[in-house]
């Protein structure tokens, strides 16, 4: 069995956050509107890093389920191809749609001695 080592003498660990590049490429939602004049846009607190996004398997055994995906990967890639004119500091209004969406609340455990057919009779 291997012996843990706690305290000062600890092996550090790696770091947990992988150093990767600054994202240079965001989704922001929101909208534009005129003040005094001028089209500001408006937008959520919190953008989405594009170019950390990774495409999706579309190997799976379901054909419908990897269809999608490619359409979701091609929608990525457009708007990627969509930035490369674009300079530093640059922006551009896609048409896109957003989505809100609330997930379903979780399911509430079982209560003890609960009667599940599944479970195999003692013996």
Known sequence: MATLKFGAKAPVAATL????PKSQLWVNVGYSIEVNGEQVFVS???????????ELPTNTRNVEFNLLNQARN??????????????SGE???LELEVQLRRIDKEV?????????PFLRPKS
Not at 44 to 54: F, Q
């Open 17 to 20: 956050v992988e150093d990767k």
């Open 44 to 54: 959520i607190p919190m953008g989405i890093p594009v170019d950390s996004i990774k």
């Open 74 to 87: 091609q929608l990525l890639e457009d708007i990627i191809s969509a930035s490369e004119d674009l300079e």
């Open 91 to 93: 922006s551009h209004v």
């Open 108 to 116: 509430d455990p079982l209560p003890a001695g609960s009667s599940n």
